[in-house]
C-alpha cells in the first residue's frame, strides 16, 4: 500500500472534510471557509497523504512574515490530521517531511511548530525531526491551549 504526499487540489476539499471527521475535527463552514483558501497560497499550503487512491490524512504549513511578541516570524507547521484507520502507520511522519521539504524548498532555514504541552505524541513525532523546545505559554500568534500551556518548537532545515 504506497503512500504518497502532495500538496493538495480543490478537488480534494470534501476528503480533507471527510478524515477531518473520521477523527473528530472541525468539519463545518469555517474549516470549510479556511482550506478551500489555503489550497495554495503564498502563506499558506495544504498538503494530503493518498494511499491507494485515498486520502488518508491532511497537514498545512503557513508562514508569518511579521515576529509577534511570543513567536518568530518564519515557517510554521500548523494543523494536520490523519484517518483513524491509518494512524500509527507513518502517514503522519510522511506528512512531517513533505512539509519540512516544502519550507527547506521555499529557502527557509528552519520550522516552527506550536503544540499543546499534553499532546505528548506530536512532540515525539516533531523530535524525531529535530524540533526542539523554544518556549511555553498560555498562547501562541493569539491561539490559546487547553489547559493553559502551549509549547514552540524550531528546527534547522540545512
Known sequence: MA????????ADID??????????GATGERFRAWVTGAIP???ERVCVA???????????TRRFDDPTADAPAGEYLMGVRVRTG???TGVGS???AARLELIRRSGAHSAYYVTNVRNTASIAAHRRWGFRELGRAARF???????????????GLL
Open 41 to 43: 497560497t503564498a502563506h
Open 94 to 96: 510522511c506528512l512531517i
Open 141 to 155: 500568534r493569539d491561539v490559546p491551549f487547553d489547559g493553559g500551556e502551549g509549547i514552540l518548537f524550531a528546527a
Open 15 to 24: 476528503a480533507i472534510l471527510q478524515v477531518q471527521a473520521h477523527g473528530d
Open 3 to 10: 503512500l504518497s504526499v502532495r500538496l493538495a487540489r480543490p
Open 86 to 88: 491509518s494512524r500509527r
Open 50 to 60: 493518498v494511499r491507494d487512491g485515498t486520502v488518508v490524512g491532511w497537514a498545512a
